[in-house]
């Protein structure tokens, strides 16, 4: 199985590492980490990763995921990456995305018609795509798969996991990496977080988030 | 605020990033990536990341963050990531480690006498280093903190966030990350994985895992 994942300037580190960590894990996998430029990547809070290859280099994938940043706009509007995602997504088994990379989705016109969630702050900007908006935490819609914010991409990867070899493996692929979550508080999403936390998270997160 | 990461080959990337993505959004704070020699680390999966600096660079930290890996035995043995840990160790307001990076605090002699936890394949090695095995997710030993299998981190680096600069922004940094977990199985540690989960990640990982 291959699974491409789209590495990009700015882009936040756990978006991709959470579902790379997880699919990594699956059996007789090719991982692929293609940018426009191949070489280091600086991400969002600054650690750098390594991407192995130029897009053009990458010309199929049964998997497709697409990492969000705190502002993927110069990401969107690259006509080479909107380009790359319509091409991979025309033979792709799955086409996903965790956190605002929806919005790169959305984009290059994949989530057109289509139900799909991103990160809280960035919800509605999904209507600008033609995207229905659903405030869950992983949104299967046929073959396009998307994630709320950052962590998201693991719930997502895990499912993606059972999907494509069974909930065997996808389960011990979740025992490796011990995902039997403790959050040390209940403030993970507008539904359950307090209010005072969502105003002042929505203040913070407001000065960088897209539109 | 400082906190350093301790990089090295084989580590398993979402060890680092999980609490890598949480304290690096703590207010006014220093990520230092350490490691024996900067440059490309490459962790246990392929991907590879990038070390800002030696760990002769880095001589103090607030919070010092250990990660695992699939074998970290080398690493364990090697005596200037020992003396370095021991160095920032007695000055660390927290001295932590994600899944393995628990035995590597271990080697350096820093868990004779504690409780800690680390990837449920390895629980025992942590008595070869006088330490207390503890199921647990986080535990917490005075300044030494250790976190269970890989995705443990996630949930470590909120109750640190937390300890350090309160619950207000720690929570904050939850919803920044939307951290509200759904696991699409049951299966995330001994505790509640069903006994074929249990049996066949044990086979799997024997093969890989140290002692």
Redesign the interface.
């Known amino acids: 199985m291959d699974i491409a994942f789209l590495l990009y300037d700015n882009m936040?580190?756990?978006d991709f590492?959470?579902p790379?960590?997880v699919l990594?894990?699956l059996p007789k996998v090719r991982?692929h980490?293609a940018a426009v430029e191949a070489g280091?990547i600086r991400t969002d809070?600054?650690?750098?990763?390594?991407a192995d290859k130029r897009l053009e280099e990458v010309t199929r994938a049964d998997i497709v995921v697409v990492p969000g940043s705190p502002d993927p706009s110069k990401t969107m509007a690259d006509p080479r990456v909107q380009a790359w995602l319509r091409a991979l997504d025309a033979t792709s088994t799955w086409t996903t995305s965790v956190?605002t990379g929806s919005l790169i989705l959305g984009a290059a016109g994949l989530l057109q018609g289509k139900r799909a969630t991103t990160?809280?702050i960035a919800m509605d900007a999904l209507r600008t795509f033609g995207a229905t908006p659903v405030a869950e935490?992983?949104v299967f819609d046929g073959k396009t798969v998307s994630a709320?914010?950052?962590?998201?991409g693991?719930?997502m990867a895990?499912?993606l996991a059972?999907k494509a070899v069974g909930?065997?493996v996808?389960?011990?692929i979740?025992?490796?990496?011990?995902?039997?979550?403790?959050?040390?508080?209940n403030?993970?999403?507008?539904?359950?977080?307090?209010p005072?936390?969502?105003e002042?998270?929505r203040a913070?997160?407001s000065s960088v988030m897209p539109g």
């Open positions: 936040t580190s756990l590492i959470g790379y960590q990594g894990l991982l980490l280091p809070l600054g650690v750098k990763l390594h956190c990160h809280w935490r992983v709320a914010g950052v962590s998201a693991i719930d895990l499912a059972g909930p065997m996808a389960q011990c979740q025992l490796g990496i011990e995902y039997d979550p403790e959050p040390p508080y403030a993970g999403s507008l539904k359950v977080a307090p005072e936390v969502i002042a998270s913070m997160l």
